[in-house]
């Protein structure tokens, strides 16, 4: 994740007062950008359902996400104490997306969906708070994470050979538009298949770091374990 950290500038999203510029009134542009989706869904209660805004929704999240990659600590905590930001999130997490789904509409949900969960990502891996961390996995909708990866993997990944991973088979044919005919995973295919597994890594990193009752509940386990039956 490296390839995309800019510590110095980070910081100065935060901050751009320097002991040359003191005077300088400073705007914590990672704050304001996650105050904006906040107050686009306050203007909109709804407004997962508009698939006019959900571009825009994207680039933000988009933004946050390079805002916190290197690690940059101070963004980390920052944007993953934002319970008004988390609540936005847990709105998409509680969604039920058609991963099948080749619609447009449908599609640009998904995208957002997965950045989404790139962005939590973001906040989480080689964060060193783990008051932060435990604050962020008491505010997640852990259930509804648990829900999503089962259904990648029974609508996308569990239909495929696993050679077709392994592999990395993409379909190159013209008029697949409702999927490869012979079952080679599409642009939208590596997507969702990516993000199934980047909510695997983030649920492992949650249960690696804490022993929490949100963790290893029956219910959850039992959806896990039916991915292998």
Same mark, same amino acid.
């Given at each position: ?10 910081n ?10 003191? +005077? ?14 906040? +107050?686009?869904?306050?203007a ?61 509409? +449908? ?29 962020l ?16 993997y ?29 079952g ?46």
């Amino acid at each position: 994740m490296l390839f995309r950290s800019y510590g110095d500038f980070q910081n100065y999203l935060r901050s751009q007062s320097t002991e040359a510029k003191q +005077d300088i009134v400073s705007s914590n542009l990672v704050n304001e950008l996650s105050n904006f989706l906040i +107050d686009l869904q306050l203007a909109d209660p709804n407004i997962v359902n508009n698939t006019q805004m959900l571009q825009l929704i994207r680039a933000c999240l988009d933004s946050l996400i390079d805002f916190c990659l290197g690690p940059c600590q101070e963004n980390q905590v920052l944007l993953a104490r934002q319970r008004h930001l988390i609540s936005f999130i847990n709105s998409f997490l509680d969604r039920d997306i058609d991963f099948s789904s080749t619609s447009h509409d +449908d599609i640009q949900i998904i995208d957002v969906f997965s950045s989404i969960i790139e962005f939590l990502l973001a906040v989480v891996n080689g964060n060193k708070d783990e008051k932060t961390v435990e604050f962020l996995l008491n505010q997640l909708h852990i259930d509804s994470l648990v829900r999503q990866i089962v259904v990648i993997y029974k609508l996308v990944i569990g239909k495929r050979p696993v050679k077709i991973f392994r592999q990395a088979r993409v379909c190159t044919h013209e008029g697949c538009h409702d999927g490869c005919v012979k079952g080679y995973l599409t642009e939208r295919d590596f997507l969702i298949t990516e993000t199934g597994f980047n909510i695997y890594i983030l649920l492992t990193i949650f249960s690696e770091k804490f022993d929490n009752p949100k963790l290893r509940s029956e219910e959850h386990t039992s959806e896990l374990q039916s991915l292998t039956n």
